[in-house]
């Protein structure tokens, strides 16, 4: 009887142990996911914030050239707006304890010497990254601050290239 109550104490035991064992590695595997989607979500940030940031330059190369002309107050429309997601990008990174760019890695001095179309070409080509990128985010995020920004980003960036493409549109057919 003895040795029956000390095998079943035994195999008790044992699978408390394999139990713990695989809570454990339970909880590592989720730690680790943890970490890649905050990975994950610091990049697309970052590239975003590039992307915003080449963005807010182009659109004040496109607003001094045009300075005259009756399209300059989009583009100073478009400035506006992604000045205001460049403010939504870096509390949401603030938060999130991510450091991000607050200037353009493009050279002025090479964009503006290109013609206005390819300059608002450019705009839209950057916006469109980042209604890209928005998009993978909002399908990679579980927090609750990113999809937050990714639901108030979106709609000003459509905004946006929809100003960029009628900018597009008016220096074509003014040309």
Not at 66 to 87: C, G, Q, R
Not at 130 to 138: N, Y
């Amino acid at each position: 009887m003895l040795l029956i109550a000390v095998l079943a104490i035994n195999f008790s035991s044992c699978d408390k142990f394999i139990k713990n064992e695989k809570s454990e590695i339970t909880k590592n595997e989720e730690t680790i996911e943890d970490i890649n989607d905050s990975k994950n979500e610091a990049k697309l940030l970052l590239m975003l914030s590039k992307d915003n940031q080449d963005a807010i330059t182009l659109s004040q190369i496109l607003k001094d050239k045009l300075e005259k002309d009756s399209i300059a107050e989009l583009a100073k429309t478009i400035e506006d707006t992604h000045i205001y997601v460049a403010k939504t990008y870096n509390d949401v990174a603030s938060k999130a304890l991510i450091s991000i760019p607050n200037y353009s890695e493009l050279s002025e001095k090479q964009t503006i010497e290109n013609d206005n179309v390819k300059i608002a070409s450019q705009l839209k080509s950057k916006i469109d990254s980042q209604l890209f990128l928005l998009e993978q985010l909002s399908k990679t995020t579980k927090n609750k601050e990113f999809k937050k920004l990714v639901n108030t980003t979106n709609s000003k960036l459509k905004s946006s290239l929809n100003k960029t493409k009628n900018i597009i549109n008016n220096l074509n057919t003014n040309s």
